[in-house]
């Protein structure tokens, strides 16, 4: 396993790139962005020291779902790769189970957000309406839940759980 050092701004691996590393943050912070540098760029989760991230492309060997960004100077990371992995959780367990844990709370949040967006475009039901309006409908309600979600992560900068915020499902599904 090799340590690898970054200052703020450096990127670690782009969206896209195929890797069979991962990394365990030692020091500093990592954001983590889909479409970076591009307009529609969206901060998913900012890690710190003790968190993984990039085991997505070593397991499943796919490109990188997104582009990670060292956040501060001195973001230090060690990479494991699939030969150091066996060894790596051999001697630390503990970690492992930080790694389950980790990818449990993201699936839960995201499995959150999904619910709450289901029900954001189910809303009213609209028997009568021809297909041409109920598609356009849904299209706004997407629209909106994308804005929405994007104004709250601009806002707390912490990726929140949508199922979090009190009124948003009861909003969403009376527009």
Known sequence: MKMLSFNKGEIIFKQGDYSSVMYDIVAG????????????????????????????????????????VAMEDGTELREIGEKEFGDF??????????????????????????EVACLALKGP??????????????????????????????ATGDNPNLSQIGYFPYYFTRM
């Open 29 to 68: 912070t990592v954001g983590v962005y889909v479409n970076y540098g591009e307009e529609n760029e969206t901060r998913l989760t900012v890690l710190d020291a003790g968190k993984f991230l990039g085991e997505m492309g070593m397991i499943e060997v796919y490109p990188r779902s997104a582009t990670a």
């Open 89 to 114: 959780f051999s001697s630390q367990p503990e970690r492992l189970l930080e790694i389950m844990r980790q990818n449990s709370e993201r699936l839960r949040a995201r499995t959150e957000d999904f």
């Open 125 to 154: 039901k609209e028997t009568e309406a021809e297909p041409e309006k109920r598609s356009k409908s849904l299209l706004e309600k997407a629209k909106k839940l994308i804005d929405f979600y994007n104004n709250v992560m601009a």
